[in-house]
């Protein structure tokens, strides 16, 4: 799993659309944007909305499916802060994917038990293909990490809990 992590950190640093591997009984596909001209993506509900889907043919009975609403990508992350309400929390300033090293072969920046200052670089946030360097902007011991690396992120959502030293 963590080669495949690795893998897509790749193809996402050199912007490749597709990206096709087989090795000895593996085979992975990795492809963005895959829709061609002539493809339609289907058309969804507003979210919370009902959705009709017409019965069998031949018959004027109706039926109504509710149309679950998804959580974003942070509301996990934000459960298990809450637990922790003797934490710094470093939240994320920007909607975007979360990386924590510079590269998918670097070490990352800080790791469970890490000593942070204010200044240390603990992750990056890629939005628009810039690489955004986030700093610790406290000083203790990182204990908690909410996010994995290459998830996608959302505005103030946890990353890491800071305890004070």
Do not use: W
């Not at 908690?144 to 890491?160: D, S, T």
């Amino acid at each position: 799993m963590e080669e495949l992590r690795e893998l897509v950190g790749m193809i996402t640093d050199n912007a490749l659309t597709d990206f096709e591997l087989e090795r000895e009984g593996f085979h992975v596909k990795i492809g963005r944007n895959l829709y061609s001209d002539r493809q339609v993506a289907p058309v969804l509900p507003p979210v919370g909305e009902q959705h009709v889907i017409p019965a069998t043919a031949g018959s004027s009975a109706v039926q109504s499916a509710p149309t679950a609403k998804p959580q974003h990508p942070g509301a996990h992350a934000e459960e298990a802060a809450s637990e922790d309400q003797d934490l710094h929390l470093i939240t994320s300033p920007i909607v975007g994917t979360f990386y924590r090293a510079a590269s998918p072969t670097a070490e990352s920046f800080v790791r469970i038990g890490s000593n942070v200052e204010p200044s240390t670089v603990v992750c990056i946030i890629e939005a628009m293909k810039l690489m955004n360097e986030i700093q610790a902007e406290t000083s203790g011991e990182v204990v908690k990490i909410y996010v994995e690396n290459g998830q996608a992120v959302e505005y103030g959502q946890p990353l890491f809990g800071i305890r004070a030293q």
